[in-house]
T-cell receptor, first 111, second 116 residues
Framework: GDSVTQMEGPVTLSEEAFLTINCTYT??????LFWYVQYPGEGLQLLLK?????DKGSNKGFEATYRKETTSFHLEKGSVQVSDSAVYFC??????????FGDGTTLTVKP | DAGITQSPRHKVTETGTPVTLRCHQT?????MYWYRQDPGHGLRLIHY???????DKGEVSDGYSVSRSKTEDFLLTLESATSSQTSVYFC???????????????FGSGTRLTVV
């Protein structure tokens, strides 16, 4: 079945550090890929998405590229801020109407 | 400007009691979903609805039932709560399955349920 594997956390970085959170997936067909962010006490918010191979999703300084050859969708940001502290979820959606979420990676950014 | 609200936000209940969680949307979206979030398991789908009175099971539906009598409301009921149902419950909406899997879902803020 479909699955999403995320880099285990927690991840702790200093402000202005470079961020990478790894995500790989297994799916039949050609899924859409997503990163969601969950701030403390809130629901998940869509951060960025990519719907086909080689697409790059970007938002708020975050970006991720849909790599079909490596079945990956790694999240990156060049310079993190304290306000980026949150839980990040990688997810996929298939044409069959199913969505699968990763376990989430907790990011803490220290000043 | 929240298009989706969940109630209550927090609840503590005793084992064996019935509990109902409510999800209310103002977006007029046809599809609504209930997920639970647990450490090490990410989000898992409990039930979903594709229209008024039309519902189906997700991957972890045992012990849960749902109802949708109006487009805007989707209720999740734990008939007899157990400690294993202690979790954070999220409601999500999408215009269609295709919209959800291609463009993402809109999530509510969650209900933290503790069963003691």
């Amino acid at each position: 079945g479909d699955s999403v594997t995320q880099m285990e956390g927690p991840v702790t970085l200093s402000e202005e550090a470079f961020l990478t959170i790894n995500c790989t997936y297994t799916a039949t067909g050609y899924p859409s890929l997503f990163w969601y962010v969950q701030y403390p006490g809130e629901g998940l918010q869509l951060l960025l998405k990519a719907t086909k191979a080689d697409d790059k999703g970007s938002n708020k300084g975050f970006e991720a590229t849909y790599r079909k050859e490596t079945t990956s969708f790694h999240l990156e940001k060049g310079s993190v801020q304290v306000s980026d502290s949150a839980v990040y979820f990688c997810a996929l959606g298939t044409n069959a109407g199913k969505s699968t979420f990763g376990d989430g990676t907790t990011l803490t950014v220290k000043p | 400007d929240a298009g989706i609200t969940q109630s209550p936000r927090h609840k503590v209940t005793e084992t064996g009691t019935p509990v109902t969680l409510r999800c209310h949307q103002t977006e007029n979206h046809r599809y609504m979903y209930w997920y639970r979030q647990d450490p090490g398991h990410g989000l898992r789908l409990i039930h979903y609805s594709y229209g008024v009175k039309d519902t189906d099971k997700g991957e972890v539906s045992d012990g849960y039932s749902v109802s949708r009598s109006k487009t805007e409301d989707f209720l999740l009921t734990l008939e007899s709560a157990t400690s294993s149902q202690t979790s954070v419950y999220f409601c999500a909406i999408s215009e269609s399955p295709g919209t959800g899997v291609r463009f993402g879902y809109t999530f509510g803020s969650g209900t933290r349920l503790t069963v003691v």
